[in-house]
C-alpha cells in the first residue's frame, strides 16, 4: 500500500488516522503485538521520531499499551476500538449528509442515494 | 555540554572579504533528529555546510559535534554529501568504494554494494558513463553507507527525477540510526518535508525561524513549502 501525506497537515496526525484505521479493521488485532516504531516508519515512509508520536497519541488513548522490554501491544480492550469505529463511521457519516447538504439534499433523499449505489 | 546536543553552533559568523555571509548563527541539532536546512539560492546554506565540515573558517563563533570543537576528530564522525561531486569521474564505481573504504574507518563496503544493487548500479561501469542523477546516487550511497554521527547533505536531490527523489527519501530514512542526525540543505522543500523533524529557515545570511516540522504545520495550517513561499515572496 502507498501512502499518501497531505502537507499541509501535520504527517504525526495522519499517521494516526491510518493506525485507527487499522485498529478498527482489525489489521492489528485485541492484544496483538504491533511492529517495531522502526518498521512503521519504514513502512509509512516517515521519519521514525513522526512514528514514535503517532504511537504515543495512540497509547495515551488507551488503544495500544508498552511492556516493558517488550515492545507495543493493541488494547485488550475490545469495547475500546469498538467505540473507536463507531466514532469513525459517526464522523463518515456527518460528513456524507453535510456534502449532500451542499446541494441542496436532505436526510432522506440522501439515505435514498445511499440504498441506490452497489457496494 | 548536553550530550544530548549532537551538534552546536554559536555565535557563528562568516565574511568573505568584507561581505557578511553570515550573521550570528546560532542552533542545536539533537540526536536522532532530521532537520531541513530551508533557504533560497544564495540564502548562505551551502556556506554554513562547509562551515560545520570545516572547509571554511569562521570569522567569529564556534561549532561543536559531539562536544569536539570542529577539526579532524569531527571530520570522522560526519558524512557530508557536497552540492558538486568531488570524486574522480575516471573510476569505476568499485573503485570508489575501495577508495571510501581506505579512507574511512566507518565506511561499510557491504552495506554500499548492497544499497547499490537495490538502485540496479552497476559497479563496474565507470562514473562517466553515467548519468548525472546515477551519480548523483552513487554518491548518497557512498555518504550513507558511513557509520556516522552526523549526515550533512547538500541539496541531495537537486538533478534527479521525482521518482528517484523518493528513493533517496527512502534511503536517508532506512540509513540513518536513531544516535545520529541528518542536516538536509534544500530549496525544494515540498518533496522533502514530510521525513523532517525540524526546519531552520535562513535568509540573508540569518536564522529567521527554527521550529519543530509538525508544530509549525499546525500553528499556520500550512504546509512547510507553503509557510517558506509566503515568507519569502519576491
Do not use: W
Not at chain 1, 29 to 44: H, I, Q, Y
Amino acid at each position: 500500500m502507498e501512502f499518501t501525506f497531505d502537507n499541509n497537515i501535520p504527517i504525526y496526525i495522519q499517521v494516526l488516522e491510518y493506525m485507527k484505521i487499522y485498529l478498527i479493521s482489525g489489521v492489528f488485532k485485541c492484544g496483538e503485538k504491533l511492529p517495531s516504531v522502526r518498521d512503521f516508519a519504514t513502512t509509512f515512509k516517515v521519519n521514525p521520531n513522526t512514528m514514535q508520536k503517532a504511537l504515543a497519541e495512540l497509547e495515551s488513548m488507551n488503544l495500544i499499551y508498552t511492556e516493558r522490554t517488550n515492545g507495543k501491544y493493541v488494547t485488550k480492550d475490545t469495547k475500546l476500538i469498538e467505540k473507536l469505529k463507531d466514532e469513525y463511521a459517526i464522523t463518515l457519516a456527518k460528513s456524507y449528509f453535510q456534502g449532500m447538504k451542499k446541494i441542496g439534499l436532505g436526510k432522506a433523499d440522501s439515505i435514498k442515494y445511499l440504498e441506490g449505489i452497489d457496494e | 555540554m548536553s550530550n544530548m546536543k549532537l551538534l552546536e553552533v554559536k555565535k557563528l559568523d562568516k565574511y568573505f572579504d568584507n561581505k557578511k555571509i553570515l550573521k550570528d548563527i546560532n542552533f542545536s541539532v539533537s540526536k536522532g533528529k532530521i532537520v531541513g536546512l530551508l533557504g533560497k539560492n544564495g540564502a548562505g546554506k551551502s556556506t554554513l555546510i562547509k562551515l560545520i565540515n570545516d572547509l571554511l573558517t569562521p570569522t567569529n563563533g564556534e561549532i561543536f559535534v559531539n562536544g569536539n570543537k570542529i577539526g579532524v576528530e569531527t571530520k570522522k564522525i560526519i558524512s557530508y554529501l557536497p552540492e558538486r561531486t568531488y570524486l574522480n569521474k575516471q573510476m569505476k564505481v568499485s573503485e570508489v568504494i575501495n577508495y571510501f573504504e581506505d579512507f574511512y574507518d566507518n565506511f561499510d563496503s557491504e552495506k554500499a554494494k548492497r544499497l547499490l544493487k537495490d538502485l540496479d548500479l552497476d559497479i563496474n561501469q565507470k562514473l562517466t558513463k553515467m548519468s548525472k542523477g546515477m551519480q548523483e546516487k552513487v554518491q548518497l550511497v557512498l555518504v550513507m553507507s558511513r557509520n556516522a554521527d552526523l549526515y550533512v547533505l547538500d541539496e541531495p536531490l537537486g538533478g534527479v527525477d521525482p521518482a528517484t527523489r523518493d528513493y533517496i527519501l527512502d534511503t536517508i530514512l532506512s540509513n540513518f540510526n536513531e544516535n545520529a542526525s541528518v542536516i538536509i540543505s534544500t530549496h525544494l522543500i515540498s518533496d522533502i518535508e514530510k521525513i523532517l523533524d525540524e526546519v531552520i529557515f535562513i535568509d540573508k545570511g540569518q536564522i529567521v525561524l527554527q521550529s519543530d516540522a509538525d508544530k509549525l504545520r499546525n500553528k499556520e495550517n500550512a504546509s512547510i513549502d507553503e509557510i517558506f513561499r509566503r515568507m519569502f515572496k519576491c
